[in-house]
């Protein structure tokens, strides 16, 4: 996918691009197991899941519930309600969406209220800044596609963080923290 702009990202190659971005997890590396468009089973029917990843920890399988929105506009409250609930039908214990669009206030509480991870997926370039008047083209470390956890601080305040294949510990983090 080198040199491919998130603006004419296809939404599976987007789909396939967060896949591989949570296999860079260092997070139970030799037990982590990333699929793209997974069909779930759950106590009311089946779900087809963008993205599902599954560990093993402390003896237990551990199951990750991963959508990603292709949307022009912010991902609404609504669609983190619809994770959580079939989070609750199939028995999963983590659940984030990826979104290209970021995220509104509403969202962001719930989630935070939920235990669910929301990581604004972005252009590689929005982690490099640079202070000239001429364009500067983007320097070869700089990966192609990154992640923008939203999160509240203690005061409520949104908080954006940065989450690469480099830089995944926030991934980690979330994939050894509690259940959602």
Same mark, same amino acid.
């Given at each position: 996918?080198? +040199?491919?702009?998130?603006?004419?990202?296809?939404?599976? $190659?987007?789909?396939?691009?967060?896949?591989?971005?949570?296999?860079?997890?260092?997070?139970?590396?030799?037990?982590?197991?990333?699929? &793209?468009?997974?069909?779930?089973?759950?106590?009311?029917?089946?779900?087809?899941?963008?993205?599902?990843?599954?560990?093993?920890?402390?003896?237990?399988?551990?199951?990750?519930?991963?959508?990603?929105?292709?949307?022009? !506009?912010?991902?609404?409250?609504?669609?983190?309600? =619809?994770?959580?609930?079939?989070?609750?039908?199939? +028995? #999963?214990?983590?659940?984030?969406?990826?979104?290209?669009? +970021?995220?509104?206030?509403?969202? =962001?509480?719930?989630?935070?209220? &939920?235990?669910?991870?929301?990581?604004?997926?972005?252009?590689?370039?929005? #982690?490099?800044?640079?202070?000239?008047?001429?364009?500067?083209?983007?320097?070869?470390?700089?990966? $192609?596609?990154?992640?923008?956890? &939203?999160?509240? !601080?203690?005061?409520?305040?949104?908080?954006? #963080?940065?989450?690469?294949?480099?830089?995944?510990?926030? =991934?980690?983090?979330?994939?050894?923290?509690?259940?959602?």
């Amino acid at each position: 996918m080198m +040199g491919v702009r998130l603006s004419v990202l296809s939404p599976e $190659d987007y789909e396939k691009a967060v896949a591989e971005m949570l296999r860079a997890s260092r997070y139970a590396p030799a037990e982590l197991q990333v699929t &793209h468009r997974k069909v779930v089973q759950g106590q009311d029917g089946e779900y087809e899941i963008d993205v599902f990843a599954s560990f093993k920890a402390l003896g237990v399988d551990f199951k990750v519930l991963v959508e990603c929105k292709h949307h022009k !506009n912010p991902v609404k409250r609504e669609v983190v309600q =619809i994770l959580k609930d079939r989070l609750h039908s199939t +028995g #999963s214990h983590k659940g984030m969406i990826f979104s290209t669009a +970021g995220f509104q206030s509403g969202a =962001i509480e719930y989630a935070e209220a &939920h235990g669910i991870a929301l990581v604004q997926f972005a252009d590689g370039g929005t #982690s490099y800044l640079t202070r000239s008047v001429e364009p500067v083209p983007k320097p070869f470390w700089v990966p $192609d596609f990154v992640g923008w956890m &939203h999160r509240l !601080n203690e005061e409520g305040r949104e908080t954006y #963080s940065l989450v690469s294949r480099d830089d995944i510990e926030l =991934i980690d983090e979330f994939l050894a923290g509690p259940e959602s």
